[in-house]
């Protein structure tokens, strides 16, 4: 054995060619990390992809509203439901005569408003009701003061966002509501409460501030 053979063990004249080696190596490579891309799910293209619009929030507006004028004995009033866990208004229209109507038929009005299912563009838009069915309101009873609702159940055990519900639509149509307030009752022996509707009643619809019992005359 030479000296060149035994300091690197083959003749100077045979050593390997690492060209093409190197570029074996690099393209597989390539081939893994596209690979790996694949696996991860990630496009391997260079082209932008338009994947569409991320999806929305509920947005807690419906569609346009109608200009048509409403029909004649009926008015477009606004009545709250919930959506994003806060009260929202929405409009409606209501068959009642403002000119000869009394304050418990607006009040009835209302009420089947709040218990009606929303409609399809209300609930695309996030809006729901918790006021329920078997609820009725009446005129003040004898001895009731001036502008008592009397509900068909106590208003304290109403669900809290159905009692909010209520008294903000209420406080805020006319003739119904005074100073954003509206007096409550139920069908048993208590005295009516005055109950509030507040910026906070409505971003925050399971507290419902009152005003205390009123005193009957």
Known sequence: MTRSEGAYGAPRGSRPVRGPRRALAGLAAVVAAAALATGCGIRS???PVDAGAAPSRMPCRTGSADTTAPPAESVAVRVYLVCASQLVTV?????????RSAPVLVAQALLSELQRVP???ERR?????????????SDAREGDPEGTLRLSEQPDDLPAEALAQLVCSYADNEPLG?????????PGK???????CTSETKTRPGEVPTLGAVELS
């Open 45 to 47: 293209t260079s082209v």
């Open 91 to 99: 409009e409606r229209t209501v068959e009642i005569d403002e000119s």
């Open 119 to 121: 409609d399809p563009d």
């Open 125 to 137: 838009a996030g809006f729901s009701t918790d006021v329920p069915t078997r609820l009725r309101v």
């Open 178 to 186: 005074s100073g954003g307030s509206v007096l409550l009752g139920g």
């Open 190 to 196: 208590y005295a009516p409460r005055g109950y509030l």
